[in-house]
């Protein structure tokens, strides 16, 4: 019986997954998104090209791979038409081999809209959302009052639609919030409403499946699933620093959820880390590093939001946080990306515990932003060189090799490769 191999990220999202999806697509049948919306950017680099995708999963360069929006996903129809037509460019036709479930959910112009509300009304208490309506979205799935993409098909989809504008509006006004000047991507509520039903036809020319059944029946024939996730694994909605957290379940449990597969049918767990930690957004963030080496590492390793643009917070890795994840993941290969990013560092640094008013844990405690954390810092010398003329995962330098058997050491899992480029062919496995 086939299972469904995972791969996700461990940290708060942007750890390479994209990549990492894509240089493993060869090895599968089926890449599915099990959740997440358009507020993850997964970047992809090779012939020299940087590509930038928010829902459709990263196998898609791979035109003999089905790919699949499972049902957990949300997906906001301006923006996947631009998706769609950006790859087109590019040369890539993506409606061959791309499948969305009907099951999964819509985000509307009034689902931004009430975002943009909600973070207005938090004032300074605001989590840093990237208002793409991703709360609210997921908030009236939860609410039994969402629109997902079967609804298309009814004969009655406008009177849902407006049904459930008419109480975005309700819920704004209640909040105090102005929604005669607000824009949505430079243009009026209205304006950009005109935009996203034109975009529904877009939406309307792919393969719209019942997901569960069509992932299910490939893993009856042999076939190979990768479910690729979106954000990280401390940004889950239950195990993540809530409140600063996404919407959705971002651990391997979200996929059974996000899929319609059986626990029993989850084969190898693949977690991404960086060789370092970022953050973007509100939330606590225990390694973080407000002097010239955290500036560094955001300016050699680029950080800024693949969506956003916000420039991310950079820190030491955190393995009490890598760690928990790997537990809750169940974690059976590690992958370690921009080990490149330090190459020219004297010392790197690794948190290995924390020590709260006095004590020291290697527990995440409760309320993580409630409470004084002092990072329990080991050094390490730093390898003082370019990576590039490593051809095996053992052309490593020995410094770098000994920093990476610390985090196996301490997380218990074992890392299967190291990426030592944005490239795809710049992946080292062991």
């Given at each position: 019986?086939?299972?469904?191999?995972?791969?996700?990220?461990?940290?708060?999202?942007d750890?390479?997954?994209?990549?990492?999806?894509d240089v493993?697509?060869?090895?599968?049948?089926?890449?599915?998104?099990?959740q997440?919306?358009?507020?993850?950017?997964?970047?992809?680099?090779?012939?020299?090209?940087?590509?930038?995708?928010?829902?459709?999963?990263?196998?898609?360069?791979?035109?003999?791979?089905?790919?699949?929006?499972?049902?957990?996903?949300?997906?906001?129809?301006?923006?996947?038409?631009?998706?769609?037509?950006?790859?087109?460019?590019?040369?890539?036709?993506?409606?061959?081999?791309l499948?969305?479930?009907?099951?999964?959910?819509?985000?509307?112009?009034?689902?931004?809209?009430?975002?943009?509300?909600?973070?207005?009304?938090?004032?300074?208490?605001?989590?840093g959302?990237?208002?793409?309506?991703?709360?609210?979205?997921?908030?009236?799935?939860?609410?039994?009052?969402?629109?997902?993409?079967?609804?298309?098909?009814?004969?009655?989809?406008?009177?849902?639609?407006?049904?459930?504008?008419?109480?975005?509006?309700?819920?704004?006004?209640?909040?105090?919030?102005?929604?005669?000047?607000?824009?949505?991507?430079?243009?009026?509520?209205?304006?950009?409403?005109?935009?996203?039903?034109?975009?529904?036809?877009?939406?309307?020319q792919?393969?719209?499946?019942?997901?569960?059944?069509?992932?299910?029946?490939?893993?009856?024939?042999?076939?190979?699933?990768?479910a690729?996730?979106a954000?990280?694994?401390?940004?889950?909605?239950?195990?993540?620093?809530?409140?600063?957290?996404?919407?959705?379940?971002?651990?391997?449990?979200?996929?059974?959820?996000?899929?319609g597969?059986?626990?029993?049918?989850?084969?190898?767990?693949?977690?991404?880390?960086?060789?370092?930690?970022?953050?973007?957004?509100?939330?606590?963030?225990?390694?973080?590093?407000?002097?010239?080496?955290?500036?560094?590492?955001?300016?050699?390793g680029?950080?800024?939001?693949?969506?956003?643009?916000?420039?991310?917070?950079?820190?030491?890795?955190?393995?009490?946080?890598?760690?928990?994840?790997?537990?809750?993941?169940?974690?059976?290969?590690?992958?370690v990306?921009k080990?490149?990013?330090?190459?020219?560092?004297?010392?790197?640094?690794?948190?290995?515990?924390?020590?709260?008013?006095?004590?020291?844990?290697?527990q995440?405690?409760?309320?993580?932003?409630e409470?004084?954390?002092?990072?329990?810092?080991?050094?390490?010398?730093g390898?003082k060189?370019?990576?590039?003329?490593a051809?095996?995962?053992?052309?490593?330098?020995?410094?770098?090799?000994?920093?990476?058997?610390?985090?196996?050491?301490?997380t218990?899992?074992?890392?299967?490769?190291?990426?030592?480029?944005p490239d795809?062919?710049?992946?080292?496995?062991?």
């Amino acid at each position: 019986m086939s299972k469904v191999d995972v791969l996700l990220g461990l940290q708060w999202g942007d750890e390479g997954k994209g990549k990492i999806v894509d240089v493993l697509t060869p090895e599968y049948d089926v890449i599915a998104r099990f959740q997440g919306g358009p507020n993850a950017g997964h970047t992809i680099e090779f012939n020299g090209i940087k590509h930038v995708l928010r829902t459709i999963p990263s196998g898609i360069f791979h035109d003999d791979k089905i790919n699949i929006i499972g049902n957990g996903v949300l997906v906001e129809p301006c923006i996947f038409a631009g998706e769609v037509a950006t790859l087109r460019a590019k040369g890539i036709n993506a409606e061959h081999n791309l499948y969305l479930s009907r099951k999964a959910h819509l985000i509307l112009p009034s689902h931004r809209m009430l975002d943009a509300a909600n973070e207005h009304a938090k004032g300074n208490s605001k989590i840093g959302s990237t208002l793409k309506g991703i709360g609210p979205a997921y908030t009236d799935k939860i609410a039994r009052s969402g629109l997902r993409i079967g609804d298309l098909e009814a004969s009655d989809f406008k009177e849902k639609y407006e049904l459930l504008k008419f109480q975005h509006m309700q819920m704004a006004h209640t909040l105090g919030f102005d929604i005669r000047n607000f824009t949505l991507e430079g243009m009026s509520l209205e304006a950009y409403e005109q935009k996203w039903i034109e975009s529904l036809a877009v939406l309307r020319q792919f393969h719209i499946i019942d997901s569960e059944y069509f992932i299910n029946d490939c893993l009856d024939k042999g076939k190979k699933v990768l479910a690729e996730g979106a954000q990280g694994s401390m940004l889950d909605i239950d195990f993540g620093s809530y409140p600063f957290v996404t919407s959705s379940s971002t651990i391997t449990a979200g996929v059974c959820s996000g899929l319609g597969v059986s626990p029993l049918r989850i084969g190898r767990v693949m977690g991404i880390t960086k060789a370092y930690c970022t953050r973007v957004g509100a939330g606590p963030f225990p390694t973080e590093l407000f002097d010239d080496t955290g500036r560094l590492l955001g300016e050699i390793g680029h950080e800024f939001g693949a969506v956003t643009g916000r420039p991310r917070r950079c820190g030491w890795i955190d393995l009490p946080a890598l760690r928990y994840a790997c537990m809750l993941n169940g974690v059976t290969d590690l992958f370690v990306t921009k080990a490149d990013v330090m190459n020219d560092f004297d010392e790197v640094k690794m948190c290995v515990a924390y020590e709260i008013d006095g004590v020291q844990t290697q527990q995440i405690p409760f309320a993580l932003n409630e409470v004084e954390i002092r990072p329990v810092l080991k050094s390490f010398t730093g390898w003082k060189q370019s990576l590039t003329h490593a051809a095996r995962f053992e052309d490593l330098p020995a410094n770098l090799l000994a920093y990476l058997h610390a985090i196996e050491e301490q997380t218990g899992a074992a890392i299967r490769a190291v990426s030592i480029s944005p490239d795809r062919k710049d992946t080292l496995f062991r």
